[in-house]
């Protein structure tokens, strides 16, 4: 686990002063392990630190926090005072964070704790900070250390139709995840998108390829097949981690041709799959979605879909 501290500054641009409740410490059986953490704010909350009686009283005393601003610790007994069925106990951190204060917070590792910084946790901090040592969740000398989570997969959505939609819920509370969402104008999105993805509405998407990293991974399914022609020639063009495209063996087809005349190599074309997901599951779009999340999960990223076609009306 990791601080996940973009999420924690797009909640707070979002809904003004947020609680995040940590997990700081376990003993025994317990729902969620260190570093699970919630966000909290007054009318709603995202993430888990597992769920059932413990998460819900835990959210309304951060809710009934926000106004006085402080933070805290509490320890909870999850048998005898909770009546949940783990046994053990779990230390929760609350903080309530401002604009201010989470803009302040470090990029690489987060300390607090009560007092001076000791002298163990200065120099984990130089070694993690200076030198690039990673660092778990753990307590050193009464302090909280959490490194701050960075993406693992980049990952670009293009189209926001209904299986945009679907990928982009599914897969935006992953860990790890950094989400660029691109359609042709800001009404093709929802009026809510999910926190923490970058929303480019472009005139012209496939202007935006060569603004992606080439370690990016992506996903082409928009209401044009031109576009998403477009978009695959330029990726070929650009370099990309990995690239599924939604679509019938017959769209497949008709694009690997077109592509080949335009110049790309039957091996370049080869690295784009289609269709995407797992097509076992269907052709719902939360199905494709899950099929999608499944791969990211499993680490298959290179082959976020099948090369398996067969004839859909996509």
């Known amino acids: 686990m990791a601080f996940e501290l973009e999420t924690l500054r797009h909640a707070v641009r979002q809904h003004g002063c947020v609680a995040r409740v940590v997990v700081a410490e376990t003993v025994g059986s317990t729902p969620r392990e260190p570093g699970a953490a919630m966000l909290v704010w007054q009318d709603g909350q995202s993430g888990t630190i597992g769920g059932g009686e413990l998460e819900h009283r835990a959210a309304e005393e951060a809710r009934a926090m926000l106004p006085a601003g402080q933070d805290r610790e509490c320890r909870h007994a999850l048998g005898p005072s909770l009546g949940q069925c783990c046994g053990g106990a779990v230390v929760l951190r609350t903080e309530v964070y401002d604009a201010p204060r989470a803009a302040a917070l470090p990029d690489t590792v987060i300390a607090r704790g009560p007092d001076e910084m000791p002298l163990s946790v200065r120099r984990l901090l130089a070694d993690a900070r200076g030198q690039g040592r990673p660092c778990d969740v753990q307590r050193l000398d009464g302090w909280l250390i959490e490194p701050v989570a960075r993406p693992e997969t980049r990952l670009w959505i293009w189209g926001a139709g209904h299986v945009g939609r679907a990928l982009a819920e599914v897969l935006a509370p992953l860990p790890g995840m950094a989400i660029t ?3 042709t104008a800001p009404e093709r999105f929802p009026d809510n998108p999910p926190d923490a993805i970058t929303i480019l509405p472009a005139t012209r998407p496939e202007q935006l390829v ?16 031109a576009l998403d022609l477009e978009l695959c020639h330029r990726l070929l063009s650009h370099g990309f981690a990995s690239a599924g495209l939604i679509g019938s063996a017959t769209k497949w087809a008709r694009f690997r041709s077109r592509l080949g005349a335009l110049g790309h190599s039957s091996a370049s074309i080869s690295r784009i799959t289609c269709p995407i997901g797992d097509p076992t599951l269907g052709k719902h779009p939360q199905a494709i979605a899950i099929g999608v999340a499944a791969a990211i999960l499993s680490g298959e990223t290179a082959a976020i879909g099948r090369n398996d076609a067969k004839d859909s009306c996509a």
């Open 210 to 225: 060569h603004h992606a990293p080439t370690d990016a991974h992506h996903l082409i399914l928009t209401f044009s097949h």
């Open 181 to 183: 969402w691109v359609d």
